[in-house]
């Protein structure tokens, strides 16, 4: 069996990390497209080094720019590859342009389509996610879910067919992150102490494309009675930068770069929460028990919302008092699975190959 997997972003970089290890211990051939979504090396070659995935196989290269620019781009240079490849499998991930346009340029080639973490539904068509993620489980042949909520939206769209419950790909890399770092100290700036501040991203465009959304974000987030660690997004700076918001220099907000993702598990091991509007981050913070606060108005990972270890916030007041909340006693039990979905994957790919 050949399987194609295009990727593009550093979502995708980690759920590919226990893929490629398990094509790593079989006889089937694996071959890794990076479409260049993300460019910069802290987005993108630092995850391949850190998780130990093979690099790249072929690399389109194609930046920034507009969504449809973006897709176009990697529509035209995908076909190539595949046309060299012709794989028995083109496997895409999550919900970004590099999704569906490895999902588009299959389809229109007959190679057959599978989609790895599909099902997810926000429910907000103002975001450019959630039709990535609805036309992508459309057109694909093999949908691999991660929960059975996901297996609900799938059947309630008349999907049911063509879905396999599989769990979740970066739970797999979370716990195996978890286990080997999780009695190192994190690298923090001063004055930061571990278990008494508090990690934070912002990179949606409803949060980043407003000045005086941004503005407010950043004002909330160093107005809280716990310092905040703020991994700052490339898109968030640039969007500072672009309307003159200081992000940099208020005393409770301690700005640094994206984190490699060992380091980040790690910063978030030894925080007392998180804030964000990452899909990732609110699942890694539930993983790691960690209290969660959300900064949009949905959530695909609904499992997360269970006895309030995630809150949504689309609004910033109260964002202090939810950031400084103590983790809930309530046990989580394992609605992402144990950590053995790669394997899952590899088995549902083979048993529904043509």
């Known amino acids: 069996m050949k399987v194609v997997s295009v990727v593009g ?3 995708q970089f980690v759920k590919l990390a226990p893929i490629a290890e398990a094509f790593g211990q079989g006889p089937d051939e694996h071959v890794i497209v990076h479409t260049g979504q993300h ?15 093979p690099a790249p196989d072929v690399h389109l290269g194609v930046g920034s720019g507009s969504h449809g620019r973006q897709t176009g781009s990697m529509l035209s240079a995908m076909d190539e590859v595949l046309e060299e490849h012709r794989p028995d499998w083109v496997l895409v991930y999550g919900d970004t342009n590099s999704t569906i346009a490895g999902a588009l340029s299959a389809v229109k080639l007959h190679i057959p389509v599978a989609h790895l973490e599909a099902g997810l539904r926000s429910f907000n068509r103002a975001m450019p996610e959630e039709h990535n993620r609805v036309l992508t489980d459309h057109a694909a042949d093999l949908l691999l879910a991660p929960t059975e909520v996901a297996m609900g939206h799938l059947r309630d769209e008349g999907l049911a067919t063509r879905s396999v419950l599989v769990g979740d790909v970066m739970t797999d890399v979370c716990y195996r992150v978890r286990d080997a ?35 407010a974000i950043v004002e909330a987030l160093a107005a809280t009675a716990s310092p905040v660690l703020l991994l700052a997004h490339p898109r968030l700076r ?20 994206p984190l490699p993702y060992p380091e980040m598990v790690r910063a978030i091991i030894h925080s007392a929460g998180v804030v964000t509007d990452s899909g990732g981050l609110q699942k890694e913070a539930f993983l790691l028990g960690k ?4 900064l949009r108005t949905e959530t ?54 043509s």
């Not at 209290?291 to 959300?294: L, R, V």
């Open 291 to 294: 209290p969660c606060t959300t």
């Open 39 to 53: 460019y910069d090396a802290r987005m993108s070659d630092v995850f391949f080094a850190d998780l130990e995935i």
């Open 9 to 11: 972003a550093r979502p």
């Open 181 to 215: 770092v999780k009695d190192q100290s994190p690298y923090l700036p001063d004055p930061l102490v571990p278990g008494e501040y508090v990690v934070a991203t912002v990179h949606r465009a409803e949060n980043t494309d407003d000045p005086a959304r941004l503005a």
């Open 238 to 257: 640039a969007r500072c930068q672009e309307y003159g918001i200081r992000v940099d220099g208020h005393p409770g907000l301690h700005v640094t770069q």
């Open 300 to 353: 695909e990972w609904v499992e997360t919302l269970t006895n309030e270890w995630n809150v949504l916030l689309p609004g910033l007041d109260g964002l202090s008092k939810l950031a400084d909340r103590p983790a809930p006693t309530s046990a989580q039990g394992a609605p992402y699975g144990k950590g053995e979905a790669a394997a899952a994957v590899l088995e549902a790919l083979g048993a529904n190959q």
